[in-house]
């Protein structure tokens, strides 16, 4: 359980068209990430209560690279994503009035959030499957292969609103759950760093189509919820924090 309740990091799945013949690369990018966060360990573990991922959130921007040789590469710029949190509370068998325990409220909520990366690339690899040329084919099946790793300085602003939350679920065999979530942020700023993998595909000799898996981490909670719930006349309280990460 200890694996489950820690914090996780993000899962971020980023496509990268360039357009450019020089040194310096404009780099719009789309992509998804899969968002995580933990629990105040100080209130105690809850049999009811889980963390857990919820829903894949868009992710894009603008980056501007600079490529100082042929093996390494610097690349900053803005983009936007999400930062939120998902739990799931399921009614244990001595408190639920089904003739089993099956009853439970999957919750998530997120909103956006600014991210201004400092990434640095370092190509690791040429994978050739077919001896084509890629300066006159499009280089489809030869690829680079490259690490990266960098630092973010994340931003929530202030159209992004964390408002209280309260609804309540039933089922036909009596039982109830109350569910009620008061959010707070806690820092406007932070930070995550990111570490990941990619490949930088080619069209007619010019770098075209990237495709990266990164792995993010974020530094300091910025979103905190308390979470008071019901399950039929049984009250639990828990809190979430959630930390900026792309």
């Known amino acids: 359980m200890r694996k489950v309740l820690r914090l996780l990091p993000f899962l971020l799945f980023v496509v990268t068209f360039s357009f450019a013949q020089t040194k310096l690369f404009l780099k719009p990018h789309i992509g998804a990430q899969v968002m995580y966060a933990h629990y105040d360990r100080s209130i105690g573990k809850i049999e009811s209560f889980r963390p857990r991922n919820f829903d894949i959130t868009d992710n894009f921007g603008l980056l501007l690279q600079l490529k100082l040789n042929n093996n390494w590469s610097i690349a900053s710029g803005w983009s936007k994503g999400n930062i939120g949190w998902g739990n799931r509370i399921r009614m244990p068998q001595h408190i639920t009035k089904s003739p089993s325990n099956g009853f439970e409220l999957n919750h998530s909520i997120s909103n956006y959030i600014h991210r201004f990366p400092l990434n640095l690339s370092r190509t690791?690899?040429?994978?050739?499957?077919?001896?084509?040329?890629?300066?006159?084919?499009?280089?489809?099946?030869?690829f680079k292969v490259h690490a990266l790793a960098g630092i973010s300085v994340d931003y929530i602003d202030r159209k992004s609103r964390f408002d209280d939350y309260e609804e309540s679920w039933s089922n036909t065999f009596g039982n109830v759950i109350f569910y009620q979530e008061?959010?707070?942020?806690?820092?406007?700023?932070?930070?995550?760093?990111?570490?990941g993998i990619g490949m930088q595909y080619y069209h007619l000799g010019k770098e075209r189509l990237e495709i990266n898996i990164c792995y993010s981490q974020g530094l300091r909670n910025m979103v905190q919820s308390d979470i008071n719930y019901t399950l039929n006349t049984e009250t639990f309280s828990s809190r979430m924090l959630a930390r900026g990460s792309f």
């Open 124 to 142: 690791l690899k040429d994978v050739t499957f077919l001896p084509i040329d890629r300066d006159k084919d499009l280089y489809l099946f030869n």
């Open 182 to 195: 008061d959010m707070t942020i806690l820092n406007r700023w932070g930070g995550s760093v990111m570490a």
